[in-house]
């Protein structure tokens, strides 16, 4: 069976990849898997930090017996409770009977609702230290980053941070654990897929995690999904990227996302982007709602500052698949997008009226005039979606 990997003289990489399951939280498509992070520390006394997803806890118990060496399991550090994370915990109390189990107010909450445990629990507070020999462990509350009990630890020793959700990302650690040992370009975007999918609606508290941690000196993030960050270039970059997305900043771009069932309103998205690109606006991304998965248009509506929607109208509504994306953007409290929209009909329009609501509800800027057209593309509605992806790019330009 597999083994722990040791990624200092007496820290221990001991989580697991996940290549098996096809949808995060049953939600989010996992084309290139998703690793469950769980480290080990080995000082006079030992401290687990966070357990995996129940259904590797055969290989996950194996590497921690091999890493203990017949040592005994003093401490489990909970930074999260999300059962990816805490799925094990109720097996690893099973069989290390005498394992403290550290966490703050709301995890033991937790800890009670979901496994039913009330001994052995070390409730701390934000700021509170834990000694283990040479290592010394600083608890810091971060809620919400990504549920309320969320907290990340930092190693005095190695300045290590481990920061839980934060700054993880999806797909599996394919050999390499540590971003020296492979190549970290392969992760980017799907951090931000992993941000914006999960994490996305809580970019105030993300930007208080962030000023906290402005006083260490951080020297490793060991998150719970993704690489080690370990080169002083990846871990600006990663903090960087946090910072980025928790304020909802968007590089110079457009998402054109459009509902279509004939083809009809789909030349209209098709006559913007052509109109943006004219204009010098080189990141345009056409997405067809009905095809893409909504993880990805997500994801790169948080990279972009402009954003465009198209719908037919269907049944009196909006096209269900593009009414849905709403709800996600919605959902995430999205903010500061510039915002352009256009609609089709056949007999009677509904999209376009939606439209208006979603742009007055989200206090997006809207750009240009939203566009209406009635059946099939002719001049008058080609020249307004000529001039909506003018207006876009003009809106971009203004910022540079
Ligand atoms: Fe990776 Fe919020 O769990």
Same mark, same amino acid.
């Given at each position: 069976?597999?083994?722990?990997?040791?990624?200092? #003289?007496?820290?221990?990489?001991?989580?697991?990849?996940?290549?098996?399951?096809?949808?995060? !939280?049953?939600?989010?498509?996992?084309?290139?898997?998703?690793?469950?992070?769980?480290?080990?520390?080995?000082? !006079?006394?030992?401290?687990?930090?966070?357990?995996?997803?129940?259904?590797?806890?055969?290989?996950?118990?194996?590497?921690? #017996?091999? *890493?203990?060496?017949?040592?005994?399991?003093?401490?489990?550090?909970?930074?999260?409770?999300?059962?990816?994370?805490? &799925?094990?915990?109720?097996?690893?109390?099973?069989?290390?009977?005498?394992?403290?189990?550290?966490?703050?107010?709301?995890?033991?909450?937790?800890?009670?609702?979901?496994?039913?445990?009330?001994? /052995?629990?070390?409730?701390?507070?934000?700021? !509170? @230290?834990?000694?283990? &020999?040479?290592?010394?462990?600083?608890?810091?509350?971060?809620?919400?980053?990504?549920?309320?009990?969320?907290?990340?630890?930092?190693?005095?020793?190695?300045?290590?941070?481990?920061?839980?959700? =934060?700054? &993880?990302?999806? /797909?599996?650690?394919? /050999?390499?654990?540590?971003?020296?040992?492979?190549?970290?370009?392969?992760?980017?975007? @799907?951090?931000?897929?992993?941000?914006?999918?999960?994490?996305?609606?809580?970019?105030?508290?993300?930007?208080? *995690?962030? #000023?906290?941690?402005?006083?260490?000196?951080?020297?490793?993030?060991?998150?719970?999904?993704?690489?080690?960050?370990?080169?002083?270039?990846?871990?600006?970059?990663?903090?960087?990227?946090?910072?980025?997305?928790?304020?909802?900043?968007?590089? #110079?771009?457009?998402?054109?996302?459009?509902?279509?069932?004939?083809?009809?309103?789909?030349?209209?998205?098709?006559?913007? =982007?052509? @109109?943006?690109?004219?204009? /010098?606006?080189?990141?345009?991304?056409?997405?067809?709602?009905?095809?893409?998965?909504?993880?990805?248009?997500?994801?790169?509506?948080?990279?972009?500052?402009?954003?465009?929607?198209?719908?037919?109208?269907?049944?009196?509504?909006?096209?269900? !698949?593009?009414?849905?994306?709403?709800?996600?953007?919605?959902?995430?409290?999205?903010?500061?997008?510039?915002?352009?929209?256009?609609?089709?009909?056949?007999?009677?329009?509904?999209?376009?009226?939606?439209?208006?609501?979603?742009?007055?509800?989200?206090?997006?800027?809207?750009?240009?005039?939203?566009?209406?057209?009635?059946? *099939?593309?002719?001049?008058?509605?080609?020249?307004?979606?000529?001039?909506?992806?003018?207006?876009?790019?003009?809106?971009?330009?203004?910022?540079?």
């Amino acid at each position: 069976m597999l083994k722990p990997i040791p990624l200092k #003289e007496d820290l221990y990489y001991i989580g697991v990849n996940d290549r098996t399951k096809h949808l995060f !939280e049953n939600l989010w498509p996992l084309p290139k898997g998703v690793s469950y992070n769980s480290y080990l520390i080995k000082d !006079e006394k030992t401290a687990l930090f966070d357990t995996v997803d129940i259904c590797y806890s055969d290989i996950f118990f194996h590497k921690l #017996e091999i *890493a203990l060496e017949g040592k005994s399991l003093d401490y489990v550090i909970i930074n999260h409770m999300e059962p990816d994370h805490s &799925g094990s915990l109720g097996l690893l109390r099973n069989r290390f009977p005498n394992v403290q189990i550290v966490g703050n107010k709301r995890t033991a909450d937790m800890v009670q609702g979901f496994f039913g445990i009330t001994d /052995g629990v070390k409730v701390i507070d934000d700021g !509170e @230290e834990l000694s283990l &020999g040479k290592h010394n462990l600083v608890f810091h509350l971060t809620p919400m980053v990504h549920w309320p009990e969320t907290m990340m630890t930092y190693d005095t020793y190695y300045k290590i941070i481990f920061s839980g959700d =934060a700054f &993880g990302t999806f /797909g599996t650690l394919d /050999g390499g654990i540590t971003d020296a040992q492979l190549h970290p370009e392969r992760y980017y975007d @799907e951090m931000i897929r992993y941000y914006s999918n999960v994490v996305g609606k809580f970019g105030s508290p993300v930007q208080k *995690a962030l #000023e906290k941690l402005k006083s260490l000196d951080i020297k490793y993030i060991c998150s719970t999904h993704g690489p080690v960050w370990t080169l002083d270039e990846q871990i600006q970059k990663v903090i960087g990227i946090y910072d980025k997305l928790s304020r909802y900043e968007g590089d #110079e771009g457009v998402v054109i996302a459009y509902g279509s069932m004939y083809g009809n309103t789909e030349q209209m998205a098709e006559t913007v =982007a052509y @109109e943006l690109a004219q204009q /010098g606006i080189r990141e345009v991304i056409l997405h067809n709602v009905s095809k893409r998965s909504h993880s990805y248009i997500i994801r790169d509506i948080f990279k972009y500052k402009g954003l465009i929607v198209g719908s037919p109208t269907y049944n009196n509504k909006l096209f269900p !698949e593009v009414e849905y994306l709403l709800s996600k953007i919605e959902g995430r409290d999205m903010k500061h997008r510039y915002f352009g929209y256009f609609g089709s009909f056949t007999w009677a329009g509904a999209a376009v009226k939606r439209l208006a609501q979603f742009a007055l509800d989200t206090k997006f800027e809207v750009i240009g005039d939203p566009v209406e057209m009635r059946q *099939a593309m002719r001049t008058d509605s080609y020249d307004a979606c000529i001039s909506l992806g003018k207006a876009m790019a003009d809106r971009l330009k203004l910022d540079k």
